[in-house]
Nanobody, 121 residues
């Protein structure tokens, strides 16, 4: 069974930094992509950033230049370094992983339970 566990959320002031981590547990699979979404109160979940096994990443315009994603696919981990945080970055951050089980061709997306990030002004 695949599980994703996030860590590192918390309460910070505007301008400060925070680092999130996500680790996938289980066996018998490889990870193609990992990344982060977030959901602010009363809003839809939105893409923050993704990274693939080639190291290619993309970011939402709102976080470009402030956030940096790094993937450790052998360890089945992804990290998100968030800098110059703003109150509008507040929300629940969800890790996701696009996974392929050995011997199968289809990809399946798994989600973590989410970690709260609150940025005060």
């Amino acid at each position: 069974q695949v599980q994703l566990v996030e860590s590192g959320g918390g309460l910070v002031q505007a301008g400060e930094s925070l680092r999130l981590s996500c680790a996938a547990s289980g066996s018998g699979f490889s990870i193609e992509n990992m990344g982060w979404y977030r959901q602010a109160p009363g809003k839809q979940r939105e893409l923050v950033t993704t990274i693939n096994t080639d190291g290619r990443s993309n970011y939402a315009d709102s976080v470009l230049g402030r956030f940096a994603i790094s993937g450790e696919f052998r360890k089945k981990m992804v990290n998100l370094q968030m800098g110059s945080l703003k109150p509008e970055d507040t929300g629940v951050y969800y890790c996701y992983a696009e996974i392929r089980r050995y011997g199968r061709t289809e990809l399946k997306i798994y989600w973590g339970q989410g970690t709260q990030v609150t940025v005060s002004s």
